[in-house]
């Protein structure tokens, strides 16, 4: 549990049948001490199973730190609609400039090269010292535009969520998330 827990989330992997059953009866432990776990959702069909007849609800798309992972086909991906809901047409100063770029919350660093951009066009507007309420000048307010007019495209960017060299590909992650979790 130490090495799998971030925060709120239980996020373990298993590559063997037994470690599976063991991360389902982190349930039993966690109820005990009366931290019931809640949002429960992997890609494992033994656990998936094991839920069904125990009548426990299941998800098939979840959270884990931030990143929205498909179980069924354990990819990952980040919803664009999060960075851009609050976008504005176009920025005036450069504090609107900074805003978007710090609505990611990336902590695998998937999506580096997208904010980055981001990222570099506002350093733009300290090398010229421009101060927060500058209005923009027009170059750098293209080159924004330009970047986040695209933003809408990291919806369509799904990464597995294992990449590695096992010779048998029996990945079981589970995640849990305590967050939402009464007294008993």
Request: zero cysteines.
């Amino acid at each position: 549990m130490e090495r799998n827990t971030y925060i709120d989330d239980f996020a373990p992997s298993a590559t063997h049948y037994s470690d599976i059953i063991t991360i389902f009866e982190v349930t039993s432990l966690m109820n005990t001490v009366h931290l019931p776990m809640y949002k429960w959702a992997t890609n494992s069909t033994h656990l998936q199973e094991i839920w069904r007849t125990k009548f426990l609800p299941l998800q098939t798309e979840t959270q884990v730190q931030g990143m929205d992972w498909e179980t069924q086909s354990d990819r990952i991906h980040i919803d664009h609609s999060d960075i851009t809901l609050a976008l504005p047409e176009r920025p005036a100063i450069k504090h609107q400039l900074q805003q978007v770029p710090s609505r990611f919350y990336d902590p695998l660093g998937l999506f580096s090269p997208v904010t980055l951009v981001g990222k570099i066009i506002f350093q733009i507007t300290w090398t010229r010292e421009l101060s927060w309420d500058d209005l923009l000048p027009p170059d750098i307010v293209v080159k924004w535009l330009s970047w986040s007019s695209q933003l809408h495209l990291l919806s369509e960017m799904h990464v597995p969520r294992w990449i590695g060299a096992h010779k048998h590909k029996l990945q079981d992650p589970s995640m849990s998330d305590s967050s939402v979790a009464s007294p008993a």
